[in-house]
């Protein structure tokens, strides 16, 4: 497994902006897949965005497309989620995760996400969206 640090979360107003980061050393190889999730209390997890490390292909929840956008910096061993224009159903614990083997880009979508094989995530960092 790898292991994924996520920062950067917090408490904004609805219209503001975070954008939160993963640490991820050994991650970021241009062969598989990365994402962040979302989860609210006493609801299943959600998948909000990803994006393939080699191709750099991002595939976004329709929720938050247009209002967010996933990246990632390999030198810096980094995924990162901007998240603009804040909604209060955006609140959730927002994880990382990634998987550590080969990922075929064609499974890095959203669609797909119960192919994709993520199997490494962290902690997750507190986002809260007030109205």
């Known amino acids: 497994q790898v292991q994924l640090a996520e920062s950067g979360g917090g408490s904004v107003e609805a219209g503001g902006s975070l954008r939160l980061s993963c640490e991820a050393p050994?991650?970021?190889?241009?062969?598989?897949?990365m994402g962040w999730f979302r989860q609210v209390p006493g609801q299943e997890r959600q998948a909000v965005a990803f994006?393939?490390?080699?191709?750099?292909?991002?595939d976004y929840a329709a929720s938050v497309k247009g209002r967010f956008t996933i990246s990632q910096d390999n030198a810096k061993h980094t995924l990162y989620l901007q998240m603009n224009s804040l909604k209060p159903e955006d609140t959730g614990i927002y994880y990382c995760?990634?998987?550590?083997?080969?990922?075929?880009?064609?499974?890095?979508?959203?669609?797909?996400?119960?192919?994709?094989?993520?199997?490494?995530w962290g902690q997750g960092t507190q986002v809260t969206v007030s109205s």
């Open positions: 995760a990634t998987s550590v083997g080969y990922t075929d880009p064609f499974y890095c979508n959203l669609q797909k996400q119960s192919e994709t094989g993520f199997d490494s």
């Open positions: 050994g991650a970021l190889h241009s062969r598989n897949c």
């Open positions: 994006v393939h490390t080699g191709t750099g292909t991002p």
